[in-house]
């Protein structure tokens, strides 16, 4: 990790330290993880990797959305709440609920394959001024009030939203995220294993 992680970039209420705990969670188990192309930058991807492990996690019920950050990223959180309700989603997370390194695996895998989902999906959308920014992280974007009064940045969002709700009806494609992200995760374990 080339730079460092704020509480910000997450779409939940947390403190520092959970931000701590997962920086040195990833950099430790995770860092030699390769992300695939995707429609986010490595940087968002990793956001999203904190995210997804937030959710792991056995407090994750005492982890609350931001409700402020719902206006900003309402594609993001029904792509959350889809996942939550995901069975094997749920099993995973029961499964693994003491093993944090293990999480941390298994979110960044899960981050990987999301990024792979949205730009299979989504993707046409990668030239707008949401995901264009390579200086401003996706998940950063709430902080700019100035492009908030965009009419044209408001439609990107509106248009975004609308594909990912249209992407998550097709449910088949949207459950393989977890079958790939285990291949996935199968096979960096076989790397770890030979170093």
Known sequence: MQYTLTKDASLFFIDDSQVQEFTNLFHEH???????????????VIHNCLNLWLMMRRLSKDVMESMEKTMYY?????????????????QIKNTLV????????????????????????????????????????????????????NRDFLDEVAMYTKRVTNALADRERFGQIFKHA??????????EEKI
């Open 182 to 191: 285990f291949q996935q995760l199968d096979q960096f374990e076989v790397q």
């Open 74 to 90: 309402t594609g993001d959180f029904l792509i959350f709440d889809a996942i939550r309700k995901n069975k094997f989603f749920q």
């Open 30 to 44: 995770c860092h030699d993880l390769e992300f695939e192309k995707g429609l986010l930058n490595e940087k968002d």
């Open 98 to 149: 003491d093993d944090q390194i293990r999480q941390c695996q298994v979110a960044s895998c899960l981050a990987n394959q999301l990024n792979v989902w949205l730009y299979e999906k989504v993707g046409s959308l990668k030239s707008l001024t949401l995901f264009n920014d390579p200086n401003q992280p996706y998940f950063l974007l709430h902080r700019n009030a100035h492009l908030w009064e």
